[in-house]
């Protein structure tokens, strides 16, 4: 939602009430760091494969991740059962108010969510891939439900269709849960995801360069440079 922290000049009558959020989907600090001073970063995902890659411990990098980035910050739970998941989700969830805890969608997964959402714990319900499993994580009280792009594209499915669908269905019962489009792997993914009107994309660090690197940028950038020399070498 636009706040006031919203730069005056973006407060335009009539726009629709909605910020287009961009979460950065890694681990990795320094990549959150320099994506972070851009000021277009709203928050983080993490998840096991992505902590594997870094260095120090779990509870650490979730700490350090909490200082960079103001906003919702992921942290997956690795138990099968709901009540090792709670177990796990407690004290991760108490390192920083900004922390969510991410639940795969499965029975367990959900009875999970039911017991955090009752403890006003929140949850990003991960390894969604059909729109049936993001209404029942939306009805489990899922404040975050993440369906994963990439993967099913992998699998000759149209990932983007599954968000137009988890979008209507929440849509048509006013669900507070946020789609988190993710498995991004390429700029396209993300600009269909804003076309859409998903709440959130989180993309990888290299995405995020690719979204931002035009050539014509770098050639114009060269040429005015080029030109500005003509105008020093006057005086
Ligand atoms: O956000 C989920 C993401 O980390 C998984 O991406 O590329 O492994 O499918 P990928």
Redesign the pocket.
């Known amino acids: 939602m636009q706040g006031l922290s919203e730069p005056w000049h973006l407060l335009r009558k009539g726009r629709a009430n909605k910020k287009v959020k961009i979460f950065i989907?890694t681990a990795n600090i320094e990549e959150i760091r320099q994506m972070n001073k851009l000021g277009i970063i709203d928050g983080v995902?993490?998840?096991p494969?992505?902590i594997s890659k870094e260095k120090g411990d779990f509870k650490s990098i979730i700490k350090e991740i909490t200082e960079i980035v103001d906003g919702p910050i992921s942290a997956e739970v690795i138990s099968l059962d709901a009540e090792g998941m709670v177990d796990e989700a407690r004290p991760l969830s108490r390192i920083h108010k900004n922390i969510n805890i991410k639940i795969p969608l499965t029975q367990e997964g959900l009875k999970a969510v039911k017991i955090l959402s009752r403890e006003r714990i929140k949850t990003n319900v991960?390894l969604c891939f059909s729109a049936s499993q993001a209404l029942l994580a939306a009805k489990a009280g899922a404040t975050f439900i993440?369906p994963?792009?990439?993967?099913l594209d992998?699998i000759s499915q149209n990932g983007m269709d599954l968000v137009r669908d988890i979008k209507e269905i929440y849509k048509n019962y006013s669900f507070k849960t946020e789609i988190?489009v993710?498995?991004?792997?390429h700029p396209l993914h993300v600009l269909e995801a804003a076309k859409i009107g998903a709440d959130i994309a989180?993309v990888?660090y290299k995405v995020l360069t690719q979204l931002l690197k035009h050539p014509l940028t770098d050639i114009g950038i060269e040429r005015f440079l080029n030109d500005w020399k003509k105008v020093e070498g006057r005086s």
């Open positions: 989907d995902t993490t998840n494969t992505l991960t993440s994963f792009i990439g993967r992998d988190i993710a498995s991004v792997r989180t990888p």
